[in-house]
């Protein structure tokens, strides 16, 4: 007989095996409530033997259904109820081209959490929309989607919904030309989101818009949205490489504040409208961080902007920004600052604006090409403005500590200090090379 597994939510429960041909939860008086079931598709008992959507459709709100096949799933699914969908340890689900996973909440005024993590999609999408009144907690983890054929990543509410908290991290995403965004986060109307996008790999294959939401990273119409974008690699591959890496649009009369911290972006495609990170607000009211990011290869590297009727305010700091046709650009009705930002290789460095105090004009000493830490005598490094780092950056993009030196260095990348050991080695070789005999010829 098949077994049954079931997870207990309950402090202090262990798992539990069962050997049942029917679902059993454990009683409260055992474990104490709240319980959680765990539905395991892929050898579990009917209906969970037959279709994954059968089998979410079995699952009460709050439950785990958990895919122990590696496929392929030959079937789209959907769910509108509190429910994690993931992938049980030593699994990689595959969906087959073509199938997505679409989930929501109800329309209930109750706070629901919805996970999707360890899936991976041959060509699809992952999508979720907000349709409740209570609190929405949406993650999306360590999924991978291989060619979006219709966007990657998608986070919506209509308006007058409850507010979104969201998580989107760790995914492998792959989005191919025209077809839609990396990810994609709007709430719409009164609607109101908050959360972090952070440690994604993005390809833009051939990509006319893209990026790490190539029609706006963080996309507000009337709404309010706080976010944080940290850590993550944006790339552009193929012959026109990406449009837009990270792009924020505060599009309507409500509110963004948005933190870019530790990404790297590099061969948005080489035109002045492709943009590795674009900040504007065209009616609405844009608060912006962008610090300690490496841009590289784009049209435009960094560019804040607002029309007369919206306003960008913030600070563009200890960015390195390097081989794009313009490097910085802030035009706007706001005041964005700029400071101790790195300059190599642009056609034009900054424009519209003046270079800010501490800028460095100097070749940013790459490790290599398409490798972009700093080698060592770096003038990045310990050149960065600390003032400009918020206490809880503590990490760089590979997750090493932020601060390492006398300062912070500038870029996505931090470089730790030769040790003293290191030093004297070196100074002891070159005292031996200076004393050693010259060789008689």
Not at 344 to 352: H, I, S, Y
Request: aromatic share 4%; charged share 10%.
């Amino acid at each position: 007989m098949k077994r049954l597994r079931f997870l207990l939510a309950a402090t202090g429960c262990a798992s539990l095996w069962a050997t049942t041909a029917q679902a059993v939860i454990c009683p409260p008086t055992v474990c104490g409530p709240p319980h959680v079931t765990l539905w395991f598709w892929g050898d579990g008992n009917p209906p969970c033997n037959t279709t994954l959507q059968a089998c979410i459709d079995l699952a009460a709100p709050g439950d785990v259904v958990v895919i122990d096949t590696n496929g392929p799933i030959a079937e789209s699914v959907s769910f509108s109820k509190a429910l994690t969908l993931e992938a049980y340890t030593g699994f990689a689900p595959v969906f087959e081209a073509g199938q997505s996973v679409e989930a929501g909440t109800n329309t209930s005024a109750a706070d629901q959490t919805i996970v999707i993590q360890g899936l991976t999609l041959e060509s699809g999408h992952i999508a979720f929309l907000q349709q409740g009144t209570g609190t929405a907690t949406i993650q999306i983890l360590d999924n991978t989607i291989q060619s979006g054929l219709s966007g990657g990543i998608s986070i919506k509410a209509n308006a007058a919904t409850g507010p979104i908290s969201f998580q989107i991290s760790g995914n492998d995403l792959s989005v191919p030309l025209t077809q839609g965004d990396g990810a994609f986060i709007q709430p719409i109307g009164s609607a109101s989101a908050s959360g972090v996008v952070s440690g994604n790999h993005i390809a833009m294959v051939d990509v006319g818009l893209g990026g790490i939401l190539s029609s706006g990273i963080l996309l507000n119409t009337d709404g309010a949205l706080m976010a944080d974008v940290i850590g993550n690699r944006i790339t552009g591959e193929g012959p026109k490489g990406a449009g837009l890496g990270i792009y924020v649009l505060e599009a309507g009369t409500g509110t963004i504040g948005v933190r870019i911290f530790d990404n790297l972006v590099t061969r948005a495609a080489q035109s002045d409208a492709a943009t590795a990170i674009l900040a504007s607000a065209t009616s609405g009211q844009l608060s912006v961080q962008i610090v300690n990011n490496t841009v590289a290869a784009s049209g435009i590297g960094i560019s804040a902007d607002s029309s007369s009727s919206g306003s960008t305010v913030g600070t563009v700091a200890n960015n390195v920004i390097t081989g794009n046709n313009q490097g910085l650009e802030i035009s706007s009705v706001g005041i964005v600052s700029n400071r101790n930002n790195l300059f190599f290789g642009n056609q034009t460095d900054v424009a519209v604006v003046l270079p800010g105090p501490g800028s460095v004009f100097d070749d940013p000493l790459y490790v290599g090409p398409g490798d972009y830490h700093l080698q060592p005598g770096s003038p990045a490094i310990d050149a960065g403005d600390d003032a400009s780092v918020p206490a809880d950056l503590t990490t760089d993009l590979d997750g090493n500590p932020r601060i390492q030196g006398s300062h912070v260095d500038i870029g996505a990348f931090e470089t730790a200090p030769e040790s003293a050991t290191e030093l004297g080695a070196a100074a002891s070789l070159s005292v031996l090379a200076a004393l050693a005999p010259r060789r008689r010829r």
